[in-house]
């Protein structure tokens, strides 16, 4: 098949969260089992700095055309710097770009004049409100094309609760008419909104774990929208993310100080003391090493580890936290930086580097997701031989069960309510049984005994497609 995957960041080009890992992964997963994959994201100015020059492959109506291969993929990059060559992807600490319907807007018709010139697509799979446009303008305007109407769309939630609101004056500049702007359609409480386009005019839509795909329909975590996906139910699957090992993989990561494997972790001492010096924490082996990694959002539960972090360091653990965003949060955790100095770090940046070293170095992972559409880090610890402590929600629920010391199964720790002191008593079990050599070794073997390849998703999202083009 020709699938080509419509996404607004992907890595190793452009990265905020998941859903570049997801975008720099899935579609070589299915390039592997033979199909022709493409992938497309506007031409940020972050793709330049990481070094990357894809070449001009056509000028069009007010945009250039870019592509570099990538592997076995095709990357095609929308060029326009008046929208896209900005230090940020979507906006800066204070908040998002004012621009952003118009950027994101200009994003989705871009795509639709890109395909006349890229070729006819079996599959267009669009991801996330930013490429929300695109299954509409399609359906409305451009069905009876002939590189267009054999195309089915499929659009993928990776987080329900980042919908694209802009103010009704913003449709008129988007080509889309009063009629659309009615509850049924894209009005939602007397805002426009991008998302609601993917839902209704794709062929299908999916998100990233089927906890979540559950999870969405309710009006707990359906953000609004619970009802407009009960009318697509049946048309809703949960296909959860995989990881992708040649990136995420201790026995070949190049970013990390030392080796390790399931068959000799004696490497993971070296990559522990290598973070803990960055954080200016000294080595002590009878503290475990509590690491996170996260955007500074209240998704992330990240109000109550602030919370309970005096806790943390007195239940006789080390902290460090990567992060960055909300700067309400920036400001909260340098004060418990300066605070707790010694025991605990926060490095406020967004930095690949670090976060390879923290899922390295840690002994522990602590996710206290308020929601979690799938969650990857998790996933990432349990190859680092870093046992997560989660939060029982989303993808986390799924991909994590609760160590059992008697009979020593399960990968992790979890909690159920969003709750500091739920937190700690999790994260108290943990250190419990990071004092017991023997079961924490048990339990270091279980996390690695877990596979979360993309090969297993990669055919589910292929049967879905092969489906849909029935
Ligand atoms: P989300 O997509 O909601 O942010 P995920 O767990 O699905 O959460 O994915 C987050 C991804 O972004 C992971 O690869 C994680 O390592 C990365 N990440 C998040 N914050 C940072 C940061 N400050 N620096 C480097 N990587 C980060």
């Avoid at 990265?15 to 506007?42: F, M, Q, Y």
Wanted: with cysteine; glycine share 8%; hydrophobic share 40%.
């Amino acid at each position: 098949m020709n699938i080509l995957f419509v996404s607004s960041e992907v890595f190793p080009f452009a990265k905020t969260g998941g859903l570049a890992d997801v975008i720099g992964a899935l579609p070589e997963a299915l390039a592997k089992r033979g199909h022709a994959c493409s992938v497309i994201l506007p031409l940020y100015k972050c793709v330049k700095k990481n070094g990357f020059a894809p070449r001009l492959f056509k000028e069009l109506n007010g945009f250039n055309l870019r592509l570099l291969r990538h592997g076995n993929v095709k990357v095609y990059f929308i060029e326009k710097d008046e929208y896209y060559d900005r230090d940020q992807l979507y906006g800066t600490p204070q908040g998002d770009y004012p621009d952003n319907a118009s950027r994101f807007g200009f994003f989705a018709k871009a795509v639709i004049e890109s395909v006349s010139h890229i070729g006819r697509q079996d599959i267009l799979h669009c991801n996330d409100w930013q490429s929300a446009l695109t299954p509409l303008y399609i359906k409305l305007f451009h069905k009876k094309r002939p590189e267009f109407n054999k195309t089915k769309i499929l659009f993928t939630i990776h987080n329900m609760a980042y919908q694209g609101l802009f103010g009704r004056e913003a449709m008129a500049g988007l080509g889309l008419g009063e009629e659309l702007f009615t509850p049924e359609r894209l009005e939602f409480y007397g805002k426009f909104n991008f998302m609601k386009a993917g839902i209704i005019y794709s062929d299908a839509v999916t998100t990233v774990s089927k906890g979540y795909s559950r999870e969405i329909l309710t009006p707990e975590f359906g953000t609004g929208l619970d009802g407009l996906l009960k009318t697509r139910e049946k048309d809703l699957y949960g296909i959860v993310n995989g990881v992708d090992y040649t990136i995420w993989n201790p026995a070949i990561d190049k970013l990390i100080a030392a080796g390790f494997s399931e068959k000799d972790l004696s490497g993971k001492e070296a990559c522990k003391k290598d973070i803990l010096k960055e954080c200016g924490i000294k080595y002590d082996p009878r503290r475990p090493l509590v690491g996170m990694i996260t955007r500074f959002a209240e998704q992330k539960g990240i109000d109550l580890v602030a919370q309970g972090m005096g806790n943390i360091i007195r239940m006789g653990a080390d902290f460090v936290i990567l992060g960055f965003g909300d700067e309400k949060y920036n400001n909260i955790f340098s004060r418990l930086t300066l605070k707790y100095k010694g025991h605990m770090a926060a490095l406020i940046k967004f930095d690949n580097v670090l976060a390879h070293k923290i899922e390295a170095g840690s002994d522990m992972f602590l996710m206290p997701s308020r929601y979690e559409p799938c969650g990857l880090n998790q996933l990432y610890s349990l190859k680092y031989a870093t046992v997560p402590v989660v939060r029982a929600v989303g993808g986390l629920e799924d991909t994590v069960e609760n160590f059992d010391t008697a009979r020593k199964t399960g990968n992790g720790f979890k909690f159920k309510d969003a709750r500091c002191q739920e937190l700690l008593k999790s994260l108290k079990k943990a250190i419990s049984v990071f004092k017991n050599k023997k079961l924490w070794h048990s339990l270091l073997k279980n996390c690695l005994a877990c596979d979360y390849s993309w090969d297993s998703s990669a055919e589910k999202y292929e049967k879905l497609y092969d489906r849909l083009s029935a």
